[in-house]
């Protein structure tokens, strides 16, 4: 249980492919003959123990390592600021809500309950990082009571798909009847080949968000508390290139926290898209990144997003782990989707 593995079992009459069909998950459940395996996606797989044929533990990746006095062990000699980052679940959630900040938090254990009127899921949601200090039940009923006295629903944020994640979390939220709403990805990749695929020239770089910016920004009539969450993290860039009637044709944001550039909210006027906009945007985001001392980037991205995966992709980004958000049965329709958008040629994503 809570193990990596590697299952084959005898496949179902007709199934493409051979006799056997293998899965591969995280063992979350074996319970009156059925196990559940939990894919890297999320995905739950139920299969029948009398289908069994063998089975595994897959050890967790090694994390690559530097001899004292040698290079990187399992890397390619390229250049360190073109590798792609090696990086824990814990630090990249950690990361990742920094740079979408609550207005309001508070510790129920290690867990984190998190604040800021609806306006974004990641600000609006538990960050279940460790033990909360109390039975799992009584922890979800003070998470729905914390949320329930602020008129917001509940939400549990959790993760597959890494060493360190949550599956075991998530099947026991699905077991008490709550509900994923929100699956996405985090991708990670090198900063430096994203500042050197474009020269940027145009795109104006701004420690606020103005109107103009907030013009092209797809979600209309942000708040004070949203524009709160915007302006939060680290150290906070909102690009744009100039378009016509004060609209800007394409922005972006991005947030610069130690070794990590977070891109996000990067939106291209439809008429203009599939011109390079976004990429230009990325790039100069990218530059100020790096001259803050950045090597790193992440960013989120759906999984049915094609357009948003194949630049990210040809950008030297891959999928670092799977994320999702749990809402408690019977506690509302659920927050305003996250800020974390990204549309045009650039694709979008969840916060």
């Not at 299969?47 to 063998?54: D, F, P, Q």
């Not at 795109?203 to 109107?211: C, G, I, K």
């Not at 991005?254 to 906009?277: M, Q």
């Not at 990429?279 to 990144?289: H, I, K, S």
Request: positive net charge.
């Amino acid at each position: 249980m809570g193990k990596r593995v590697s299952v084959r079992r005898l496949g179902e009459p007709g199934t493409p492919g051979g006799r056997f069909t293998d899965t591969v998950g995280v063992l979350t459940s074996w319970d009156n003959g059925v196990l559940v395996i939990t894919r890297k996606s999320g995905e739950s797989v139920r299969i029948a123990e009398s289908s069994l044929v063998a089975g595994k533990v897959v050890p967790a990746r090694r994390p690559t390592t530097t001899p004292q006095g040698g290079a990187p062990r399992h890397v390619t000699t390229a250049p360190a600021r073109r590798r792609g980052p090696a990086a824990t679940y814990d630090e990249l959630a950690r990361v990742a809500a920094r740079a979408w900040p609550p207005v309001e938090s508070e510790r129920l254990g290690e867990w984190e309950l998190r604040a800021a009127g609806g306006f974004t899921r990641r600000a609006n949601s538990v960050l279940p990082l460790g033990d909360p200090g109390l039975p799992l039940d009584e922890a979800l009923a003070a998470v729905r009571r914390w949320y329930g006295e602020r008129g917001l629903p509940a939400y549990v944020q959790t993760a597959t798909g890494a060493e360190g994640t949550q599956e075991l979390l998530c099947a026991e939220l699905e077991r008490r009847g709550w509900v994923r709403e929100v699956s996405a990805e985090l991708w990670t990749g090198a900063l430096a080949p994203v500042a050197d695929r474009a020269e940027g020239s145009g795109v104006v770089l701004s420690r606020t968000a103005d109107e103009a910016w907030l013009a092209r920004y797809r979600r209309k009539g942000v708040s004070e508390v949203a524009l709160e969450v915007l302006g939060g993290g680290p150290s906070v860039w909102f690009a744009s290139v100039p378009g016509e009637g004060g609209v800007p044709a394409a922005i972006g944001r991005c947030v610069v926290d130690g070794r990590w550039a977070s891109f996000a909210a990067v939106e291209v006027d439809p008429a203009l898209r599939r011109r390079g906009l976004a990429t230009t945007v990325l790039a100069a985001l990218a530059r100020r990144a790096l001259d803050e001392g950045a090597s790193a980037a992440w960013l989120q991205v759906e999984t049915d997003n094609a357009a948003a995966r194949a630049l990210y992709g040809a950008l030297g980004f891959s999928a670092h782990h799977a994320y999702h958000h749990y809402r408690a049965p019977g506690s509302g329709p659920g927050a305003a989707p996250g800020a974390a958008a990204v549309s045009g040629n650039s694709g979008s994503g969840r916060s």
